[in-house]
């Protein structure tokens, strides 16, 4: 994509606001790319449309092109609808025995899923888990549950032949509560495609264990069919959550953008491999960076947008050198210390002024001095903030008043204010010398 956009904007060099036809032209691209990611045709559509919306009079970062600046915009756009809100691997496993219903096509990663999740809440959340197999139609599906189980040292249920799915579902409920365990796994059986008959037995399941979570594993690489897929189960049986696996083939990962835009389920975990512990949490940042493709580009563009506070900094420096330090300036100034938890980045910057910025910390400068600080500078009128000097005794009381504090916190606050304007003027003249160019690098 980065090469595409490349080519597109070549011969745009102008900077400023990204036009309508400098947008049009890389949704082009964009739309492209995410086809080839298998990203279903009508999300791509619909994605498309909202970020050129989005994009269309954003500004231009200065030392990125305009195509990496779309570029950036269509990512962070992606995180957001990969992430939605919910937090994504928070499963509802509370009041024991909580059973979790894992349902999907034939070959989706089900049963190897079901186990690595299984050792999953056992190793890091401590849980007694037992697992049961619903495959009455391949008795080595079962079978491969046991083996899986024991290499794991997770319990699996007993196999008795003969059993019908919702005949092994009940005694997997009793066998759980009986047992004191904490969760039971249902890993159904699957079917090349979806039909009726699939359907019916997953509902029947479902009606039994009544479960807590309902996890649809999907093949990563099966782009636009993943869809159709989800759409199917949520409706007959609904999902709350999707596992994707086989993340670790060379595929684009384009489904998961289908997947959560159509069914508006979050993914929650991504297969990695056929190991016991190839599953992770989803990070949408990494899907993201995968669709697209050009994870330089993204931190190309975040660099620019340093090189942008760089710029901001600069241009104070302007005013400091001119012995220009109001209470504008020092709220920013404090406001970035809250930013950082620490000292301004301007005086970090600037030789001597670190040591001023620890007298303050010594002072007790801490989180909540600073706060105050800020409420009285935003108790001043307009004028004032420019003009500290016309801070008289009423409009102190005034201003002390409205913060809610002591007129002597308002002068400790003006004298601090004199003594960096001070100090300010007399580094800003070291400054043209070129001193504080150097220490700005
Ligand atoms: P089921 O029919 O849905 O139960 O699917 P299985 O769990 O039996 O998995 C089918 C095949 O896919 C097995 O060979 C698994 O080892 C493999 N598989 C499952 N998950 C992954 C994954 O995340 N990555 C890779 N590379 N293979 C996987
Ligand atoms: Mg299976």
Same mark, same amino acid.
């Given at each position: 994509l980065s090469d595409r956009l490349g080519g597109v904007f070549d011969r745009l060099t102008k900077q400023g606001a990204l036009t309508e036809d400098d947008v049009t032209a890389a949704m082009r691209e964009v739309r492209t790319a995410l086809l080839e990611a298998d990203v279903s045709l009508p999300v791509a559509r619909s994605f498309v449309k909202s970020v050129t919306g989005k994009a269309t009079g954003a500004s231009v970062t200065k030392s990125v092109t305009p195509g990496q600046q779309v570029v950036k915009i269509v990512h962070d756009e992606l995180i957001k609808v990969l992430q939605g809100e919910d937090a994504p691997e928070a499963l509802r496993i509370d009041n024991p025995p909580a059973p979790i219903l894992m349902v999907g096509l034939q070959g989706s990663g089900k049963t190897t899923t079901t186990?690595?999740?299984a050792k999953r809440l056992k190793d890091r959340e401590k849980k007694r888990v037992l697992m049961a197999s619903l495959d009455t139609n391949r008795p080595a599906a079962m079978e491969q549950l046991a083996i899986l189980g024991t290499q794991?040292?997770?319990?699996?249920?007993?196999i008795v032949k003969g059993e019908s799915a919702v005949q092994i579902a009940k005694r997997a409920k009793q066998q759980a509560s009986l047992g004191g365990? $904490?969760?039971?796994?249902? $890993?159904?059986?699957?079917?090349?495609?979806?039909? %009726?008959?699939? !359907?019916?037995?997953? %509902?029947?399941?479902?009606?039994?264990?009544?479960?807590?979570?309902?996890?649809?594993?999907?093949?990563?690489?099966?782009?636009?069919?993943?869809? &159709?897929?989800?759409t199917e189960f949520d409706?007959?049986?609904? #999902?709350?959550? #999707?596992?994707?696996?086989?993340?670790?083939?060379?595929?684009?990962?384009?489904?998961?953008?289908?997947?959560?835009? #159509?069914?508006?389920?979050?993914?929650r975990f991504v297969g990695l491999g056929e190991k016991m512990d190839a599953l992770e949490g989803f990070d949408a940042q990494r899907i993201a960076g995968r669709i697209l493709g050009m994870g330089d580009i993204v931190s190309l563009v975040e660099k620019a947008q340093e090189v942008l506070e760089v710029?901001?900094?600069? +241009?104070? !420096?302007?005013? /400091? @050198?001119?012995?220009? /330090? &109001?209470? &504008?300036?020092?709220? &920013? @100034?404090?406001?970035? *210390? @809250?930013?950082?938890?620490?000292?301004?980045?301007?005086?970090?910057?600037?030789?001597? *002024?670190?040591?001023m910025a620890k007298q303050a910390e010594e002072a007790g400068m801490d989180d909540s001095a600073v706060r105050r600080q800020i409420a009285l500078i935003n108790s001043m009128t307009k004028k004032e903030r420019a003009n500290p000097a016309l801070l008289q005794a009423s409009r102190k =009381? +005034?201003?002390?008043?409205?913060?809610?504090?002591? #007129?002597?916190?308002?002068?400790?606050?003006? =004298?601090? @204010?004199?003594? !960096?304007?001070?100090?300010? =003027?007399?580094?800003?003249?070291?400054?043209?010398?070129? !001193?504080?160019?150097?220490?700005? +690098?």
């Open positions: 186990a690595k999740l794991i040292g997770v319990d699996t249920l007993p365990y $904490d969760v039971y796994m249902l $890993d159904t059986a699957g079917r090349l495609h979806i039909d %009726q008959v699939l !359907m019916d037995e997953v %509902q029947a399941v479902r009606d039994v264990a009544n479960p807590r979570e309902t996890l649809l594993v999907v093949d990563g690489l099966t782009g636009q069919d993943a869809v &159709n897929v989800a409706e007959k049986v609904g #999902v709350s959550g #999707v596992v994707l696996t086989r993340m670790d083939g060379d595929g684009r990962g384009g489904a998961a953008l289908s997947m959560r835009a #159509v069914t508006g389920k979050p993914i710029e901001q900094a600069e +241009r104070m !420096m302007k005013r /400091f @050198q001119k012995g220009l /330090f &109001n209470m &504008n300036d020092l709220r &920013n @100034q404090l406001e970035q *210390m @809250q930013k950082m938890g620490g000292m301004g980045s301007i005086m970090q910057m600037m030789p001597g *002024m670190a040591k =009381k +005034r201003i002390a008043a409205g913060a809610g504090l002591d #007129v002597s916190e308002l002068n400790r606050l003006l =004298k601090m @204010q004199r003594q !960096m304007g001070d100090t300010m =003027k007399k580094l800003g003249k070291m400054g043209k010398g070129g !001193m504080l160019k150097q220490a700005m +690098r």
